[in-house]
C-alpha cells in the first residue's frame, strides 16, 4: 500500500514539475485524485486495526499533494501571464485608431467662447435679423441721414428703407426698446459690407454687448474689457483704451489689447506697435438711449462691438480672411477639439 | 489729413520731435497713420561751391569742376559735369560718393567713378534730381544745375535748404471732427495737448468804399445752403505769389497758379474752408441765387465737363443761368481768367449729404466737395473769407471792398452748455479734480466757468460735435489720458441672469450632433448667384427664385439672399473635391431669406436651416440618411421618408423628410447629370432640412425610463421577400406583429446564388424587450412563439417567407 502511495506521489509530483498550463495541471489533478480513489478503495482489504493508521498515511498525502497543487497553480499562472504578456506585445509605434469627428467652424469656436465668457458676467445672448431696416441699423443709432457711414459705398441696399444690417449694433435697440434696464444683452451675427478685397470680406461675424444699468462708467467698460482679454488670449494681456468715434457712443474707445504674440515687445503681428486693435466700445449716446424710451438721466450704459473673425484670425495665427469662408476640409480639420 | 510739421509751427512753438508729437496725437484721438520724412530720398547731398571750370579733355559738354563741400565733406572736390550753367563760384547741390537723389520715382544712387578718363567724386544736382520744383524753391525747374543763393553756407545738407527737412503727418481724423480736417484745426489740438498757447493767424483786413454796382444774394434753398458769405474784391491786379505761400501749397501737392486762386486754395488747406472766386464782371443782372437746380438744367464746369441736372443738385446761378455747381466745381463761364477785373468771393456751408449725393450722382468731386462731405461749420464761413482778403491785402492783389453779403439761416450765438464736474466724472468713473477740467476745456476753447457745483461752458463755434455733457466728458478724458481709467467691475449694476435661449441651445446640439458623426462646419456668404438656380436645375416658376436682390451687389455672383443652402454646400463640396480632398462631409446652419414685400420695406422672413455634404469615400444615400436620422433621434423627432424629386438630385436616389406630415426638407444624391456638368468624379451627397418648421417639435430634453427587470434578446431572420417590397413594409410588419419588438434592423441584402428571380434576401435583426409586467426572462420557446406569430403576419400580409 504504501508502495502505491509513494509511487503515486513520485508520479504525481514529477508531472506537477512538468506541467506549465493551469488546464494540464486541472487535469493532472484529475488524474491523482482518480489514483487516489483506486488507493482508498484498497482500504478495505485492510486489516481493521490498520486502518485508521493508514487513513492517516493517505489523508496526511492527500493533503501534502494539494498543497502543492495550490504551490503550483501559483506558478503556473505566473507562467501563463509571462506567456500571455510576450505573445500579447504590440508595436507600440503603430499608428493609433480612432473614429474621425468633424470640427466647428472656428467662427463658432470663437462665438462660443466669447458667449461663454459674457453669459457667465450675466449676459444674455440676444440675435436679431440680419435684414434691417434702416431706422435700426442707422437712424436709432444716432447716425444721421447725412454721416458718410450710410453711403451706398458700405451699405447693401434691398429697398430704400432694407438693407443687410452693417452692424449687430441694430440689436441693441430691439433688446433696450422690449426690455427695461437692468439689460445686458450679447448680439453675435452675420454683418454685411459693401468690401470686398484682401482683407475685407462683404460678410463677417460681429459680437456686440450693450450693458444698461444706473452708475455705469467707462471704468466699468475697462474693468469688463480687461476680464474678456484675459479670458480670451492670455492672463497677461492688456487692454488700452484711445478715443475714437462712433455715432452711437460718447465718448467712443478704440481698444487695443497687449500684441499675443510678442507680449507687447513689438512684432510684424502688431507691427511693432505692441498693441493690436480688436474693438470698439464706448459709453452708450443719450441720443440712443432717448430713443429707446431709455431715461438717459437715470441709466447710464457701454457697448462694445468685435469682429468675430479678427478675433479668430489673432487666436489662431489664420492670416487671410477669405480662407475662413472656402471651407476647405483640410483648414476646418485643424479646428478639431 | 495730411499736415506738414513746419505748418505746424507757425501756429505752435513745437518743441518736440516728429515722433514724439505723433504720439502725443494718437492719445488725444487723433492716429497718424503715417510719418513721412519729406527729404526721405535724398541723401548725402550737401550745398557746394564751384571753385573752378576747366574743360574736360575729352569731351565737348562736360567740364572738371573744383567743389568747396566745406570742411567735413572736402574743400577740393573734383567732379565732372555735363551741366552748360556751370559757373565759378556758384552754390549748387552736390551729391557726394554714396549718396542717393532722385530719378522721377526712383532713388538714384551717386558714386565715384572715371568720365571718360576723368575722375568725379561726385554729381553736381539739377532741381529735379532733388525732386522738387520752383514751390519750393525758386529755380527748381530750370534745365541744368540748381543755383543755390549764394548766402547758403557751403557743407550744409541740401534738405535743410530746399525745405525738404519737413516731416510730413497723415493723420486719420474721426467723423465727428470735420474742423480737424485743416491745418489751424491740427494746430488747435497741438496746442491743447502740449499745453502751448495757439497764435492764431491774421484775419485783419480794410474794407474801402466801392462804387462798384451790389451784388445782391439771394439764398432759395436755406436747407441745402445754411449760410452764404460772398465779398466784393475789385481791382484784381498781377502780383506775385510769395515763396512762403507757394511753398505750403507744394507741400500739400498743389501747384501755384495765380495769387487769388492761390489765396483759395490757401485757405481751404488751412482754415479748412472751401473757398470759390466767381469773374464778377460774368455774373449776369448782378444777382447771385442759391437754388435747386431745374430738372435738365445744364452747366459746364471749369474742367469743361457737362452736367445735366436734377432738383436735387444745388446750383449757384446768376440772375440767368448757373454759375456753379454748389461746393463742388466752378462754372466755366464765370471761371477767373488773366484779364479778371473783379472777384466775388463765397464762403459758405451746404449740407454734406446734398454735396455727396450730386458729387457721386454726376461723377464730379473736387478738394471743395471732399472737404463739404465731412461738414464744414457756419463759423468758419466768416473766418475763412477774413482769412482770404487779409491774404489778398497780404499779397497786394486787389482791393477788399465794403460789399460783403452774408444770408445767414443758422443762429450764430455762441452756444452755451451747463453741466456739472460730479456728472462729467460719475460717467467717467474717476475723478478729474475740478481744476484740472477746467484747464483742458480752457486750453479747448471752451471758455469754462464753474459756479458752486455747476460747470458752464461755451462750445467754440467750430464744434458743431458737440452736444451734450459726455462730449465734455470725451474732451475732458482724451486730453486727461485714457491710462487714468482704472478697470472696476460693474459696480454699482444689478446682478443680472444670462445665457443662450434654449432655441440658441438646440442650435449648438445640432451643431454637436453632426460634428461628432464627421461633419465640418462650413460658413458661407448669404448671398449667390443667380447661376445656382440654373445650375440646381430650377424650373421657371420654381419657389426658391423667388429671392431678395441686392440693389447695389459687389457683383452678379453675390447678388441675391439665399433661398436655399444647397448650392453653397454644393459648391464647397466642388471646391473640396478640386482640391484633392478626396472624402469629407459639412454642414452649415444659416438663415434664408423669404422676400415679403421687399420694395415696400417689409422685412423678409428669415428661417433657419441646415444643410449637410457628403463626398466621395464609400459614402451612398444611407449615410446621409443615417445623419438624418440621428438627428431626429437627438431631438426626439418622428421623421419618416417619402421618395420625392428635386430638381437637383437622382430621382431614384432622394427622398423628403416628413415631419407631424409636413415635408420639411429633402436628402439624396446630386443628379448625375449636374455632377457630369461640374466634372465631378465623386458621388455628392446632399440633405437640407428647415429647422424653423421643425423647431417647435425639437426636444432635446432627456427623460429616463426604468430599466426593464430582464435583458433584451435578440433573433436574426433571414426572409425572402418580393423585390419590389420595400424595407419600410416589411418592417412595419415587424414591429407590429409582437409587442415585444422594440427594434427591428436591417443587417443584409442579398440577391443571386440561391435566390430565386425577383426576389431579394433580407436579414433584420429583431430585438425582443420584456417590458415591466414581463415576470421572468424569456426562454427560447417563448421567443419561437413569438417568430412563429411574425412569420405567419409577414407571409399573410406581404408574402413573405423564412428564407
Known amino acids: ?337 | 489729413m495730411k499736415a506738414p510739421f513746419s505748418w505746424l509751427k507757425d501756429y505752435v512753438d513745437i518743441d518736440i520731435t516728429a515722433q514724439e508729437l505723433a504720439e502725443k496725437l494718437f492719445s488725444c484721438g487723433f492716429e497718424v497713420e503715417e510719418l513721412s520724412y519729406l527729404g526721405e530720398k535724398i541723401n548725402r547731398v550737401v550745398v557746394g561751391e564751384v571753385k573752378s571750370v576747366t574743360p574736360h579733355p575729352d569731351s565737348d559738354h562736360m567740364q572738371i569742376c573744383i567743389v568747396d563741400c566745406g570742411e567735413e565733406y572736402g574743400r577740393d572736390l573734383q567732379i565732372v559735369t555735363g551741366a552748360s550753367n556751370v559757373y565759378v563760384g556758384m552754390k549748387t547741390p552736390c551729391a557726394l560718393d554714396g549718396s542717393q537723389v532722385v530719378d522721377g520715382e526712383e532713388i538714384k544712387k551717386i558714386k565715384k567713378g572715371k568720365l571718360r578718363g576723368v575722375e568725379s567724386l561726385g554729381m553736381l544736382c539739377s532741381g529735379e534730381e532733388l525732386g522738387i520744383n520752383d514751390d519750393y524753391y525758386a529755380g527748381a525747374e530750370v534745365n541744368g544745375l540748381l543755383d543755390l543763393a549764394k548766402d547758403a553756407p557751403v557743407g550744409e545738407d541740401i534738405r535743410k535748404i530746399v525745405g525738404l527737412d519737413d516731416w510730413i503727418f497723415d493723420i486719420s481724423i474721426t467723423a465727428n471732427r470735420p474742423d480737424c480736417q485743416c491745418i489751424l484745426g491740427v494746430a488747435r489740438e497741438v496746442a491743447a495737448v502740449l499745453k502751448k498757447p495757439f497764435k492764431a493767424p491774421d484775419y485783419s483786413f480794410t474794407a474801402q468804399k466801392t462804387n462798384a454796382q451790389p451784388i445782391e444774394v439771394e439764398v432759395a434753398a436755406p436747407e441745402l445752403c445754411p449760410r452764404y458769405v460772398g465779398h466784393y474784391v475789385e481791382n484784381i491786379k498781377e502780383a506775385q505769389t510769395p515763396a512762403w505761400m507757394r511753398k505750403r501749397l507744394a507741400l500739400s501737392g498743389i501747384r501755384s497758379i495765380s495769387p487769388v486762386v492761390d489765396i483759395t486754395n490757401f485757405v481751404l488747406l488751412e482754415m479748412g474752408q472751401p473757398m470759390h472766386a466767381f469773374d464778377a464782371d460774368e455774373i449776369g443782372e448782378r444777382k447771385i441765387i442759391v437754388r435747386r437746380a431745374k430738372k435738365g438744367e445744364k452747366i459746364i464746369t471749369l474742367d469743361e465737363k457737362e452736367f445735366t441736372l436734377s432738383c436735387d443738385n444745388l446750383v449757384i446761378c446768376d440772375g440767368n443761368k448757373p454759375v456753379a455747381l454748389a461746393g463742388i466745381m466752378g462754372g466755366l463761364n464765370s471761371e477767373i481768367k488773366p484779364t479778371t477785373k473783379n472777384v466775388f468771393f463765397e464762403s459758405a456751408k451746404f449740407a454734406r449729404d446734398n454735396v455727396r449725393k450730386t458729387s457721386r450722382a454726376l461723377g464730379q468731386s473736387s478738394d471743395s466737395s471732399s472737404r463739404f462731405e465731412k461738414g464744414v461749420d457756419a463759423y468758419t464761413n466768416e473766418r475763412g473769407m477774413a482769412r482770404a482778403l487779409h491774404l489778398i491785402e497780404e499779397l497786394g492783389c486787389g482791393t477788399v471792398t465794403d460789399m460783403r453779403r452774408d444770408v445767414c439761416a443758422v443762429d450764430l450765438t455762441p452756444r452755451k452748455m451747463t453741466t456739472s464736474v460730479a456728472k462729467i466724472n460719475a460717467l467717467l468713473g474717476i475723478r478729474v479734480p475740478e481744476s484740472e477740467i477746467v484747464a483742458i476745456l480752457t486750453r479747448l476753447n471752451f471758455k469754462p466757468e464753474i459756479d458752486g457745483d455747476s460747470l458752464t461752458v461755451e462750445i467754440p463755434g467750430y464744434r458743431d460735435d458737440i452736444d451734450g455733457y459726455p462730449d465734455l466728458a470725451e474732451e475732458v478724458i482724451r486730453m486727461y489720458g485714457y491710462e487714468h481709467i482704472t478697470p472696476t467691475f460693474l459696480e454699482k449694476a444689478s446682478v443680472t441672469g444670462g445665457g443662450l435661449t434654449d432655441e440658441q441651445k438646440r442650435e449648438l446640439h445640432l451643431k454637436n450632433v453632426l460634428r461628432v458623426q464627421g461633419f465640418s462646419e462650413a460658413y458661407n456668404y448669404s448671398f449667390y448667384s443667380p447661376k445656382d438656380f440654373e445650375l440646381m436645375k430650377l424650373s421657371a416658376n420654381d419657389a426658391k427664385r423667388n429671392a431678395v436682390k441686392i440693389l447695389n451687389p459687389i457683383s452678379e455672383e453675390l447678388s441675391i439672399m439665399r433661398t436655399f443652402l444647397a448650392p453653397s454646400m454644393l459648391q464647397n463640396a466642388v471646391r473640396n473635391i478640386r482640391r484633392g480632398n478626396d472624402e469629407g462631409r459639412l454642414f452649415e446652419v444659416a438663415n434664408v431669406y423669404l422676400p415679403k414685400n421687399t420694395q415696400a420695406g417689409e422685412q423678409p422672413e428669415e428661417r433657419k436651416r441646415v444643410v449637410l455634404g457628403i463626398w466621395g469615400g464609400k459614402n451612398d444615400f444611407f449615410d446621409m440618411k443615417g445623419a438624418i436620422e440621428r438627428i431626429a433621434e437627438a431631438f426626439h423627432l418622428d421623421f419618416s421618408f417619402e421618395r420625392a424629386e428635386q430638381t437637383y438630385l437622382h430621382p431614384g436616389v432622394s427622398a423628403k423628410i416628413i415631419c407631424d406630415k409636413n415635408s420639411v426638407g429633402e436628402l439624396g444624391e446630386l443628379d448625375p447629370a449636374i455632377a457630369l456638368s461640374l466634372g465631378l468624379d465623386k458621388k455628392v451627397y446632399l440633405a437640407e432640412l428647415d429647422l424653423t418648421a421643425i423647431e417647435k417639435q425639437m426636444d432635446d430634453r432627456i427623460r429616463y425610463k426604468n430599466l426593464p427587470k430582464f435583458p433584451a434578446t435578440q433573433r436574426d431572420l433571414a426572409l425572402l421577400a418580393d423585390e419590389k417590397l420595400t424595407c419600410a413594409e416589411i418592417e412595419e410588419v415587424l414591429l407590429h406583429s409582437c409587442k415585444y419588438v422594440t427594434k427591428a434592423t436591417l443587417f443584409d441584402v442579398y440577391r443571386g446564388g440561391q435566390v430565386p428571380e425577383g426576389k431579394k434576401s433580407m436579414a433584420f435583426t429583431l430585438t425582443f424587450t420584456p417590458d415591466q409586467n414581463v415576470e421572468k426572462a424569456f426562454t427560447p420557446e417563448t421567443l419561437d412563439g413569438f417568430v412563429k406569430k411574425i412569420l405567419g403576419n409577414l407571409k399573410f400580409k406581404l408574402g413573405v417567407e423564412l428564407r
Open chain 1, 1 to 337: 500500500m504504501k508502495e502505491k502511495i509513494e509511487a503515486l506521489r513520485l508520479e504525481t509530483e514529477t508531472a506537477m514539475a512538468q506541467t506549465e498550463t493551469g488546464r494540464g495541471l486541472y487535469e493532472l489533478k484529475v488524474k491523482f485524485q482518480t489514483a487516489l480513489k483506486g488507493i482508498m478503495s484498497g482500504m478495505k482489504d485492510l486489516v481493521k486495526e490498520d486502518r485508521p493508521a493508514f487513513g492517516k498515511i493517505v489523508n496526511e498525502f492527500k493533503q501534502s499533494i494539494e498543497e502543492k497543487f495550490e504551490a503550483r497553480a501559483l506558478v503556473v499562472r505566473e507562467m501563463e501571464m509571462q506567456k500571455k504578456y510576450a505573445s500579447e506585445r504590440v508595436d507600440i509605434t503603430m499608428p493609433g485608431k480612432s473614429y474621425k469627428a468633424g470640427a466647428l467652424h472656428p467662427i463658432t469656436l470663437v462665438k462660443n467662447e466669447l458667449i461663454d465668457i459674457f453669459s457667465g458676467m450675466g449676459f444674455k445672448v440676444f440675435e436679431g435679423p440680419e435684414i434691417e431696416t434702416d431706422y435700426y441699423n442707422f437712424t436709432a443709432l444716432n447716425t444721421p441721414k447725412d454721416h458718410p457711414a450710410r453711403d451706398m459705398q458700405d451699405t447693401f441696399y434691398l429697398a430704400e428703407n432694407l438693407l443687410l444690417r452693417t452692424q449687430t449694433s441694430a440689436g441693441q435697440i430691439r433688446v433696450m426698446e422690449k426690455d427695461t434696464p437692468p439689460i445686458k444683452i450679447l448680439s453675435p451675427g452675420r454683418v454685411f459690407r459693401s468690401d470686398d478685397d484682401a482683407t475685407h470680406s462683404p460678410m463677417f461675424h460681429q459680437m456686440e454687448g450693450l450693458v444698461v444699468d444706473k452708475g455705469i462708467t467707462l471704468c466699468d467698460l475697462q474693468g469688463m474689457l480687461a476680464e474678456f482679454a484675459r479670458k480670451m488670449f492670455t492672463s497677461s494681456t492688456k487692454v488700452r483704451l484711445r478715443p475714437s468715434y462712433f455715432p452711437f457712443t460718447e465718448p467712443s474707445v478704440e481698444v487695443d489689447l497687449s500684441c499675443s504674440e510678442c507680449g507687447g515687445k513689438g512684432c510684424r503681428l502688431c507691427k511693432g506697435t505692441g498693441w493690436i486693435e480688436v474693438l470698439g466700445a464706448g459709453m452708450v449716446n443719450r441720443h440712443v438711449l432717448e430713443n429707446c424710451g431709455v431715461d438717459p438721466d437715470v441709466y447710464t450704459g457701454f457697448a462694445f462691438g468685435m469682429g468675430i473673425e479678427r478675433i479668430a484670425m489673432l487666436k489662431y495665427g489664420i492670416n487671410n480672411i477669405k480662407t475662413l469662408f472656402e471651407n476647405d476640409t483640410r483648414f476646418l480639420e485643424q479646428f478639431e477639439d
